[in-house]
């Protein structure tokens, strides 16, 4: 297959993307913001709710037979609607309020179904669904379930799909790996006929880095995709990287943000574990983008003030925009990272996603839930919710609006 990006295109980008690596970043540029994460080591605080929030609504999700969720494995809110996958073979639907509208399950051999569901993403202008199967096919159907297109793999030649999102109307951006080698490119856009338009250069490979576990996998793993507005954002978490970079609509990539580790940045030659007392700061996740603020979790390692039960230094921090600020958050209770929730008295929250409405969502089991509201001081509307839960009952969604 040829594609219609040239090797030359392939080059210069590359090229561009090492220079980017490769020099410092002034904090008088005007358009990367530097998020001083050394700056901020020894500075935590618990931090308040109501500080970014309006409110924050507590949504039982309807139990019946039809609704009853397994393994939530991910969550969504968009479009006004609560999608959440517990298998690999559907995704169940619910309102605003957790009443449960449907299950969407066309899992089957035919050409409009699919054969597994390897991760999903909602299309927030329509509400409709993008499935990534495992052979890498993006499925698509409208809230109904109803069968909209379909998009096969491109020609990748020993590169494998591990995030999808549907950019525009016939553009795909995808996060991709190499099995047994170090990959060239580490994303890809295509278009609905499976053409590729650009190729992302790993940065690893391009810094002349090329290694490989033990068992012959890439250390360099797929980056975490994630809409902001019309844009992509690309998130590596497991490289000694620095960098968020953006695609737009038009192709072009970006560096939106840069981290500055100073001395806590893990060593570039070191491709094996850390230890856990060291003091090297490793960027685990981004839960996501809002207007204002971004949404990052932390291994601290030696770092930690407030280690995990499980000896891990993890911290989460949020990014002011505005401010220029990253503020790192102290435990408002021993074991739990988030906000204090100090509107209605709830559960510790942090965001598992943030939905182009500005909505901060997470979810608690209805057994945690039910713990919560017997042992801490919470308000009315909480505890008249635990005491309608059981043991076995669906999950309760945390949608958290933002000022």
Not at 143 to 169: C, Q, R
Not at 324 to 346: A, H, R, S, T
Not at 372 to 377: G, H, I, M, N
């Amino acid at each position: 297959m040829k594609y219609p990006f040239t090797l030359l295109s392939i080059t210069l980008l590359s090229a561009c993307i090492i220079a980017l690596n490769s020099c410092s970043v002034k904090k008088s540029d005007k358009d990367i913001r530097i998020i001083d994460v050394a700056g901020a080591v020894g500075k935590g605080r618990i931090m308040n709710l109501s500080e970014i929030a309006k409110g924050i609504k507590y949504i039982k999700l309807e139990t019946t037979d039809s609704s009853l969720v397994g393994n939530m494995y991910n969550f969504l809110f968009e479009a006004g609607h609560i999608y959440v996958r517990d298998n690999e073979k559907s995704i169940k639907l619910f309102d605003s309020t957790g009443r449960y509208i449907r299950t969407i399950n066309r899992c089957g051999r035919g050409p409009e179904e699919y054969a597994d569901i390897f991760n999903f993403h909602v299309i927030p202008q329509n509400g409709n669904i993008t499935i990534l199967t495992g052979s890498g096919t993006i499925m698509e159907y409208d809230m109904f379930g109803n069968f909209v297109s379909k998009v096969a793999k491109p020609d990748l030649k020993g590169y494998h799909i591990t995030g999808n999102i549907k950019m525009a109307e016939n553009l795909y951006v995808a996060s991709v790996f190499k099995s047994g080698d170090v990959g060239e490119f580490c994303a890809i856009v295509y278009d609905s006929l499976s053409y590729v338009k650009l190729k992302i250069p790993n940065p690893d490979y391009h810094s002349g880095e090329l290694s490989v576990n033990s068992s012959g996998w890439s250390v360099v793993k797929a980056p975490l995709l994630s809409l902001f507005g019309n844009d992509i954002r690309m998130l590596h978490r497991d490289i000694q990287m620095d960098t968020v970079y953006s695609i737009n609509a038009g192709m072009k990539l970006e560096r939106p943000f840069v981290f500055d580790y100073g001395a806590y940045k893990e060593p570039s030659d070191s491709k094996s574990d850390i230890s856990d007392n060291s003091k090297f700061i490793m960027l685990i996740s981004m839960s996501g983008e809002s207007a204002d603020y971004l949404f990052f979790w932390f291994n601290f390692r030696g770092l930690a003030k407030e280690p995990m039960e499980n000896g891990r230094g993890h911290v989460v921090a949020i990014y002011d925009k505005n401010k220029g600020e990253l503020i790192l958050m102290n435990q408002p209770v021993k074991g739990k990272m988030g906000f204090k929730d100090d509107i209605e008295g709830g559960p510790v929250f942090w965001p598992r996603t943030v939905s182009t409405q500005e909505y901060l969502v997470a979810a608690h089991t209805a057994v945690a839930f039910m713990e919560f509201a017997e042992k801490r001081d919470c308000s009315g509307k909480i505890k008249d919710m635990a005491a309608g839960l059981n043991e076995n009952d669906n999950p309760v969604i945390a949608l958290v609006k933002l000022k």
